[in-house]
């Protein structure tokens, strides 16, 4: 089994949609979970961070995490042909600036169609 | 304005010959890294470092070397560079404890034929 898998797309949508992105991982150990957006030929960059369980909203984006089930989804309200863009996530189980680094999705690609 | 940047952007050599991806940021992070993209992999990463002096291996780190002498800056070296290493380098910092405060560079593409 795979230690996160994360749908690769691409996934089109119409402008204004609720947008669902997901990934699930095995490690039970992560406690941080990140999203990050990377436009074409550009770095990736920090989205969304939460620690541990529960959800977290930033403008229109809202992050979910389910240790539970070891599931993660990133949600984009009223999606922008400006959200297209390949969205990764990543996990991991120490506090940042750490020898554990950083567990990465290979990443979905988003096309917002206007 | 926080900024990772790498140089040079574009690159395309030859296998054997000898080149060096420079990082610098300017926010006084401890932590640096650098990663490789390729498609169907995602980021991989090659070398890391906690700190000036301190380096250490990540998940890819054969025919890489780095080492940083200065906390702003942690060069890549490919010492004799092959065409499997034909990739999308990305460096990043990061402040230590704070994952929230990570910044990755423009990325390198390197064709190594």
């Known amino acids: 089994q795979k230690e996160v898998e994360q749908d690769p797309g691409p996934l089109s949508v119409p402008e204004g949609a609720i947008v669902s992105l997901n990934c699930t991982y095995s490690?039970?150990?992560?406690?941080?979970f990140m999203w990050y957006r990377q436009y074409s030929r550009k770095g990736p960059e920090l989205l969304m961070y939460?620690?541990s369980s529960g959800n977290k909203e930033d403008g229109r984006f809202t992050a979910q995490v389910d240790k539970s089930s070891k599931y993660i989804s990133l949600f984009i309200r009223d999606s922008q042909p400006s959200d297209s863009a390949t969205y990764l996530c990543?996990?991991?189980w120490g506090s940042g600036g750490g020898a554990d680094g950083l567990t990465f999705g290979k990443g979905t690609h988003l096309i917002i169609q206007p | 304005e926080a900024q990772v940047t790498q140089n040079p952007r574009y690159l395309i050599t030859v296998t054997g010959k000898k080149l060096t991806v420079t990082c610098s940021q300017n926010?006084?992070?401890?932590?640096m890294s650098w990663y490789r993209q390729d498609p169907g992999l995602g980021l991989r990463q090659i070398y890391y470092?906690?700190?000036?002096?301190?380096?250490d291996k990540g998940d890819v780190p054969e025919g890489y070397k780095v080492s940083r002498k200065e906390k702003r800056n942690f060069p890549l070296i490919l010492e004799s560079p092959s065409p499997n290493q034909t990739s999308l380098y990305f460096c990043a910092s990061i402040k230590q404890g704070r994952w929230n405060e990570q910044y990755f560079g423009p990325g390198t593409r390197l064709t190594v034929t």
């Open positions: 926010m006084n992070h401890e932590y």
């Open positions: 470092s906690m700190n000036v002096e301190v380096t």
């Open positions: 490690n039970s150990a992560f406690q941080y």
């Open positions: 990543a996990f991991a």
């Open positions: 939460t620690y």
